[in-house]
């Protein structure tokens, strides 16, 4: 077992060179990112049962220094020490941010009887801290509204510190977010649910040590918090641009973005406080057009173009921005420069690429030539790339219009990693051959050749200690060299994993029980023929299920055909197999793991009619997936 290890003479020049190109001398962020400091957060960590850090920011007093180590890229420094700043603040008179309390702000809207909260962050422990320490300075304010700006689970899984789900069934508080809020929110937490979830280790960190050789930070904040996510479905959507509302005395003029930094995401304006809430569509970031954990890809133009009619409708009459994540920018010729500055790096990111996927270049080939925005971006410390960066950026537009084949049929269908792994290894002439060839190139600086030429052998060979090592070491320094932070835990997770193995004990996912409860049966149905093992269901006849559920007067007729799927809502089918009568109380449970399909039809909580054994042959096909699958080996 190796550890990690110091900056090599490559990395250190790498991020002596950034000190060079960029405006370190411009401060105004850091006071901007203090500016009406209430009182800072409390400075014990949140932790759950089991001694697992929720949130701590306490493990980052390493980065109080104000030069960077040399495992760590200045301008990512720079962000991590930003993002450290964490408090309470008065963004103006009557409305307050908690920042650095989790990855995203939590805001409150002061209004005429009580308080309005947007986006109350990842987990129920962060918000309880945040609101604790909002109500010793501010008074106990009753909670009237909550507003979720988008459908990422950072801005509303601590819902229940803040409302209680009888306060919001008994009409007492209003929850507010953009149209398609919960089909997104959920939607994207269960399809590929584990998959992502996985790969969020990755882009997060999650497991990496604290300090100046592990985790840093992720450029859209520190950390995400690893406590209990909820989620209190919304009561009032918002699904027209100019929708004006007025909440507890608070005038509030609503824009909606589909489709930008979120598929259901929203603007609003508070012409009473001249303020402009941007969402997470414009923050202190380059933000990802593609999501490294994996997502749906999203669309520049877009985002580009409600950010263009942002500026129009609320630029000219906004004293200060605010955003989900960071600090505000204050005075209106700053928000129309902040709000300008961002619609045109998406735009150019979007029109750059398409012009260079015209003349032909490949995803990686523009990457290599987009290496910088224009001279009146590139300086911007907001235009910089923390969270997403112009090298997965382009990549995502190229996967947006073109998908994942770059058109050269020499990548049509290669070798899978083992397969090819075996070859690359044979080819150069043995494990040891290839090993001296990496490590020349170790020697030489050219990390990236490291890693992907030694990931071949660890893929031939993944008992192969030397291959492991060096290329943890690789993957090492090419996250010591990042300036996006989430690359650098991805690297960094790698070089981890590969040195310990994947991590014990982790069990973080974004399926919550709240998750799953909001589900519609549409929904649960989709997920359940994700689930069909088509190996196992192929040998299966045709099955046609009719499904009623009692409780919510909702009929289905689903039909398992080919190892696949598919139903027809509020319909039955009259040459039905059988037909399965329950409540979605009951189905909720069964997704919860409180009881199962076979148990619930023992206990009658599940009648059938008809064939009783069409139920348990299809159940029989099901799979059950394993979060902590492998990454850097097979
Ligand atoms: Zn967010």
């Not at 052998?457 to 300036?483: I, T, W």
Request: aromatic share 10%; with cysteine.
């Amino acid at each position: 077992m190796t550890a990690e290890k110091d900056a090599q003479r490559a990395t250190t020049a790498v991020n002596a060179a950034m000190l060079e190109r960029l405006a370190f001398d411009d401060t105004r962020d850091f006071a901007d990112a203090s500016r009406g400091l209430v009182a800072a957060a409390p400075g014990d960590a949140l932790k759950r049962d089991n001694g697992f850090p929720i949130w701590d920011m306490a493990a980052y007093d390493f980065e109080d220094a104000e030069q960077a180590p040399q495992t760590v890229n200045p301008s990512l420094w720079r962000q991590a020490r930003l993002n450290k700043i964490a408090g309470l603040f008065q963004v103006t008179e009557g409305i307050y941010q908690l920042r650095g309390m989790d990855i995203s702000n939590l805001t409150i809207i002061e209004g005429d009887t009580g308080i309005i909260v947007i986006d109350p962050f990842i987990s129920v422990e962060t918000a309880q801290a945040g609101m604790r320490l909002y109500r010793e300075h501010r008074g106990d304010r009753l909670v009237v509204a909550v507003i979720y700006t988008h459908s990422h689970v950072d801005h509303y899984g601590g819902v229940r510190a803040i409302v209680s789900a009888a306060d919001v069934a008994s009409g007492r508080v209003k929850i507010y977010a953009p149209s398609g809020f919960l089909e997104h929110a959920v939607a994207e937490n269960v399809f590929a649910g584990t998959a992502m979830s996985r790969r969020s280790h990755y882009q997060y960190g999650v497991f990496l040590p604290r300090g100046p050789r592990g985790q840093v930070d992720l450029g859209l904040g520190k950390a995400v918090s690893s406590g209990t996510i909820t989620l209190i479905p919304p009561t009032d959507l918002i699904d027209r641009t100019g929708t004006t509302l007025t909440i507890d005395g608070v005038p509030i003029e609503f824009q909606l973005t589909p489709g930008t930094e979120a598929p259901a995401e929203m603007n609003f304006y508070l012409p009473t406080f001249r303020a402009l809430c941007a969402a997470e569509n414009a923050t202190h970031t380059l933000h990802n057009l593609l999501t490294l954990r994996g997502a749906e890809v999203r669309d520049a133009r877009a985002w580009s173009a409600y950010l263009n009619e942002a500026i129009d409708r609320f630029a000219g009459r906004t004293d200060v921005l605010f955003a989900s994540h960071h600090w505000p920018t204050w005075g209106t010729g700053n928000v129309h420069e902040f709000l300008a500055d961002s619609r045109d790096m998406y735009q150019f990111l979007h029109d750059q690429t398409l012009r260079l996927m015209n003349h032909g270049l490949t995803p990686m080939e523009i990457a290599e030539t987009l290496t910088a925005l224009p001279p009146g971006l590139d300086r911007k410390w907001y235009a910089r790339g923390y969270y997403g960066s112009l090298s997965h950026c382009v990549r995502a537009v190229y996967q947006r219009y073109l998908g994942f084949y770059d058109g050269n049929p020499a990548h049509l269908n290669p070798h899978q990693p083992v397969d090819a792994g075996r070859r690359y290894v044979e080819a150069i002439g043995g494990a040891e051959a290839l090993l001296g060839k990496a490590r020349q190139a170790f020697a030489e600086g050219d990390y990236r050749w490291v890693a992907e030429l030694v990931n071949h052998l660890v893929f031939a060979d993944p008992g192969n200690k030397a291959a492991r090592e060096l290329a943890a070491d690789a993957l090492e320094q090419l996250g010591y060299q990042c300036e996006n932070g989430t690359w650098r835990s991805i690297y960094l997770t790698g070089a981890y994993e590969l040195r310990h193995g994947v991590f014990k004990g982790g069990d973080l996912t974004t399926v919550s029980p709240d998750t799953i409860q909001a589900m519609s049966v549409d929904l649960y149905f989709d997920y359940l023929g994700i689930r069909i093992d088509g190996d196992k269901a192929a040998a299966l006849p045709e099955m046609v299920l009719n499904w009623r559920f009692t409780d919510i007067g909702e009929d289905y007729a689903v039909t398992v055909r080919n190892a696949a799927l598919t139903y027809r809502a509020g319909a039955q089918d009259a040459l039905a197999n059988a037909t399965v009568t329950l409540t979605k109380a009951v189905l909720d449970r069964i997704g919860l793991g409180e009881t199962t399909f076979e148990r619930a039809i023992a206990s009658k909580e599940i009648g059938i009619d008809g064939d009783a054994t069409a139920l348990p042959s299809i159940l029989g096909t099901l799979d059950t997936f394993d979060l902590m699958f492998n990454i850097v080996e097979p």
